[in-house]
């Protein structure tokens, strides 16, 4: 049994249709699979008749903001048609909008024409993200690659790094939890983090209603690994995985492609 509970389709910015990322994760022997698209569940309405075997979990990755830094949330096992997580994701879509607007005001300061129609008609379904204003980058030939885009354009700091207020971690615990859902912290590793602040940030994350912790992220070192077992084994959360995969060629995301959880936690599917 593979379970992979963090993916993303074209409704997001990930490269597949939701019928193709479902082949894929066929041929990679994944047995269950929850699609989390950043702030949409677009995808659930345009799934293939015959799911060829696979069992799909709901879900949703909510982007939110713990102090100052930007987290990701995942709700898993969702009622993707719940009133609560529509009204997540229109709140998110508005505020998503609201941040395109100001990320191609700077990138037409930079020089980058067009950038809203262009990021825009590269979007499909609710999400407009980073990823299509780099890809307009790329396409207006201001940048060779994604890698190059982000560290001119759209990464930290930089004109396209618009400081968005998301809803915040409350709310979407709340939206998560109303929709009868499991609320999951997205790869904790990637905040960077001290060990320090990541325990404190789960204690809130607990105390607002968060139950469960991605243990394994894609391919990582067995290091990580054993530091995120600690630590999920220590504040008594669920313990989930997945590849985060957005597209085939990323080997270190790829669906399916990661170590099991291992035997001393508690995986998030005992309460689907
Ligand atoms: P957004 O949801 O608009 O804030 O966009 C964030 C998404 O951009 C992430 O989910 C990643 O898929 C992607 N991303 C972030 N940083 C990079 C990077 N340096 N290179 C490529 N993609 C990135
Ligand atoms: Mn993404
Ligand atoms: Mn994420
Ligand atoms: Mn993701």
């Given at each position: 049994m593979i379970f992979d509970l963090h993916s993303h389709t074209s409704f997001s910015d990930g490269a597949l249709q939701p019928s193709e990322l479902m082949a894929r994760a066929m041929e990679r022997q994944v047995t269950t699979l929850a699609i989390t698209d950043h702030d949409t569940v677009d995808a659930y309405r345009h799934?293939?008749?015959?799911?060829?075997?696979i069992e799909l979990v709901a879900g949703i990755e909510f982007s939110t903001q713990w102090q100052s830094t930007g987290i990701h949330v995942l709700g898993l096992n969702?009622?993707?048609?719940?009133a609560a997580i529509q009204a997540g994701v229109r709140f998110q879509t508005n505020a998503r909008m609201q941040r395109a607007r100001k990320i191609a005001e700077k990138l037409e300061k930079r020089g980058i024409e067009n950038a809203l129609a262009g990021a825009a008609e590269l979007a499909s379904g609710s999400y407009i993200g980073r990823p299509h204003f780099a890809q307009h980058v790329i396409n207006v030939g201001k940048a060779r690659d994604m890698h190059a885009a982000f560290k001119n354009y759209l990464g930290d700091g930089k004109a396209g790094d618009v400081r968005q207020h998301w809803a915040e971690l409350a709310q979407i615990i709340e939206w998560i939890r109303d929709a009868n859902g499991i609320a999951v912290l997205a790869?904790?590793?990637?905040?960077?983090?001290t060990r320090t602040r990541l325990k404190r940030l789960l204690a809130d994350f607990i105390e607002l209603g968060g139950e469960g912790m991605e243990?394994?992220?894609?391919q990582q070192t067995p290091q990580h690994t054993s530091g995120m077992v600690q630590v999920c084994v220590e504040l008594g959360l669920l313990a989930s995985c997945g590849s985060d995969f957005h597209g085939p060629g990323k080997r270190w995301a790829e669906l399916g492609s990661f170590t099991p959880l291992p035997p001393r936690v508690t995986p998030v599917w005992e309460r689907f």
């Open positions: 799934l293939p008749q015959d799911h060829g075997g969702i009622d993707p048609g719940s790869h904790p590793l990637k905040y960077k983090l243990v394994v992220s894609g």
